[in-house]
């Protein structure tokens, strides 16, 4: 009866961080690196939650906010805001929350799937909730917050932006 012990060790790390009062996850091995706002260049035709792309180091890196993502409210960006560099088959994208909250350490044997909550969240960019020192957190799904057609949208503009923002 002491199967279940052997796998205790093969806990996954997420970086959580807080949008609109609520926690969510990331896998820290699809995050590259976090950063504060800066100034993005907006990409005609591109959907409203896709703020941009920033050339990060060379990379021309699409920036998206996660509020409106998800269809809340948008808050200003400022001092406090952060951008989460995540790599996503070989590519990678920023996603901009409300702030970065700590790395944790969750085990897969807590997880659970998400039920549908209404309207709270878009529940198809969910993995499945935990939760972590009594908070709910919501493990977000990064390979499904890029729908293909942003993807193709962004590839078709490129060429005609004469000049992308610079990360600092």
């Known amino acids: 009866m002491h199967e279940h012990h052997a796998d205790t ?15 969510y996850g990331v896998d820290i091995l699809a995050v590259r690196e976090i950063r504060g706002w800066s100034r993005v260049t907006r990409i005609p035709q591109a959907s409203a939650y896709m703020l941009g792309v920033l050339n990060l180091r060379g ?9 409106l993502r998800f269809g809340l409210e948008r808050e200003s960006y400022g001092d406090n805001t952060v951008m989460i ?25 807590t997880v659970k799937p998400v039920p549908d909550m209404g309207a709270i969240v878009d529940t198809r960019y969910l993995k499945g909730l935990t939760t972590h020192a009594d908070r709910m957190v919501m493990l977000l799904d990064v390979e499904k917050l890029m729908r293909p057609e942003d993807v193709e949208t962004l590839d078709a503009a490129l060429p005609a932006v004469r000049e992308v923002e610079v990360a600092a």
């Open 85 to 109: 560099v995540v790599a996503v088959a070989e590519r990678l994208f920023g996603i901009v929350v409300d702030a970065v909250s700590d790395v944790v350490d969750i085990d897969p044997a």
């Open 59 to 67: 990379a021309i890196v699409p920036v998206l906010d996660l509020r």
């Open 9 to 23: 060790a093969a806990t996954v790390q997420q970086l959580t961080f807080s949008l609109a009062g609520e926690e």
